[in-house]
């Protein structure tokens, strides 16, 4: 059991090491085993069928059937009471059928229509979980890296307080700072030992949020050089994003064919009420055991026209119903298509903001280590910078990493939400990146 353990743990690191990309290794898994995208991939497949359905209506149907029927009349006596022979009838029939439908208001025709449109409804109802299932993943990825992040600035901060407490304690009793600025000291490394309990809880959900969209073990450390770039080609204006999400958007291509669909169940529906056409041929073998004539062959031929009336008025309200389904997928459409705009919008906003504010948190750390180094030297060798300035300076410096940290996995996941906006979050996309 130990060297199975062994052998899963060397396998288990060997993929990961040898990964070119870590994003795109955790995302071809939550691919291949997310439940709901596998349902839909299966939920693709009986769709499909639905074609070969509506073609078959179109072919003729041929059935064989065949019966044995034995009669037997006893206890016979005509009208004037008196006896008469039994009679046994014992008979074989063998009965060979083909009917055409010639036309049935053209109801096979836009029921084949339908099935096609089905099928790609469904192709882009599969790419839109496929899209949903890849953001999902990214997402969770990427706030583990944050969360990464956080929780070693935060045990980083602790250590720097414990130094500091350390060394205040000798400070104090040399007489070069006061017990109030011990006091500080110690209320900031408690502080600073919270946020840390804080952060690991943080990232303990990470990890666990990571494990159920991804369905593997979070890694144990993340190459982040080699995720953070994301170099995918986006839109260069608003304009041309809100263009490709009208053209490429999977929820509003799914709408569309809705709406095509609902048109095609009107033109079922009307088939309902026009007239219909069939031609029948049957042939039977007919065997009497009983009979004078012991064998007969029939051959006939029958031509069907009908025309429904009236059935109760079900035809017309299907009909009405049909009608008014459609209306509805038209509104359906519409506020698709406007909500699809709002989040092409507000992905393209969310994009240009998140980039303006990771440059500016770039030069807030940079600033900050600055200003901390200098004080950190001067508190250090006893000039006049405080107790209190050292922690404020250390404080806006965690600060600053963290929003950093925040700022880089929001600038990255903005892209996501860009791409699966604009219908081109693939993995193609992401191994091309």
């Known amino acids: 059991m130990k060297l199975f353990t062994i052998l899963i ?38 769709t499909r069928e639905n074609i070969n359905i509506s073609k078959s209506k179109f072919l003729p149907n041929i059935s064989v059937s065949g019966s044995v029927n034995s009669n037997q009349s006893t206890n016979r006596t005509n009208q004037a009471g008196k006896a008469l022979n039994n009679i046994s009838n014992d008979e074989e029939t063998k009965t060979f059928q083909v009917e055409q439908k010639i036309f049935q208001g053209f109801e096979n025709y836009h029921s084949l229509k339908k099935s096609e449109l089905e099928v790609e409804q469904a192709k882009f109802r599969l790419k839109n979980i496929e899209q949903e299932t890849i953001f999902k993943g990214a997402d969770a990825f990427y706030d583990l890296i944050y969360k990464i992040k956080r929780k070693k600035f ?17 400070r104090l009793q040399k007489g070069e700072i006061t017990l109030t600025d011990l006091a500080q000291s110690e209320s900031s490394l408690a502080g600073a030992r919270a946020k840390l309990i804080s952060a690991e809880n943080e990232f303990l959900e990470a990890k666990t949020n990571f494990v159920r969209i991804v369905s593997i073990e979070a890694p144990p450390e993340i190459k982040e050089n080699s995720v953070l770039s994301l170099d995918v080609i986006l839109p260069k204006s608003l304009n041309e994003a809100l263009e490709n999400s009208e053209k490429n958007n999977p929820k509003l291509l799914i709408a569309k064919l809705d709406f095509e669909i609902s048109k095609r169940n009107v033109g079922i529906e009307k088939a309902q009420l026009a007239p ?17 004539v012991d064998k007969n062959k029939t051959e006939s031929v029958k031509a069907t026209i009908k025309w429904p009336i009236i059935k109760g008025g079900e035809n017309y309200s299907s009909l009405k119903k049909s009608k008014l389904e459609k209306e509805k997928s038209s509104l359906i459409l519409q506020d698709i298509n406007n909500e699809v705009k709002t989040d092409a919008t507000n992905a393209w906003s969310l994009y240009q903001s998140t980039e303006s504010i990771l440059k500016s948190t770039k030069a807030q750390v940079k600033a900050a280590e600055i200003a901390n180094e200098g004080i950190s030297l001067e508190y250090d060798s006893g000039n006049t910078r405080t107790t209190l300035e050292l922690i404020q300076s250390r404080t806006l410096l965690l600060s600053a990493k963290i929003a950093k940290a925040k700022a880089e996995r929001d600038f990255v996941i903005s892209k996501f939400k860009i791409l699966a906006v604009l219908g081109n979050l693939t993995l193609d996309k992401i191994k091309n990146s």
């Open 154 to 170: 935060n045990l980083e901060n602790v250590d720097l307080f414990e130094r500091q407490v350390e060394s205040d304690g000798a």
């Open 9 to 46: 743990f060397f396998i288990f690191n060997f993929n990961y090491a040898y990964a070119s990309d870590q994003l795109l290794f955790f995302l071809e898994t939550a691919y291949k085993n997310n439940p709901k995208l596998n349902a839909q991939r299966k939920e693709l497949l009986a």
């Open 276 to 292: 219909s056409a069939s031609i029948n041929f049957s042939k039977s073998d007919t065997n009497d055991y009983s009979s004078t």
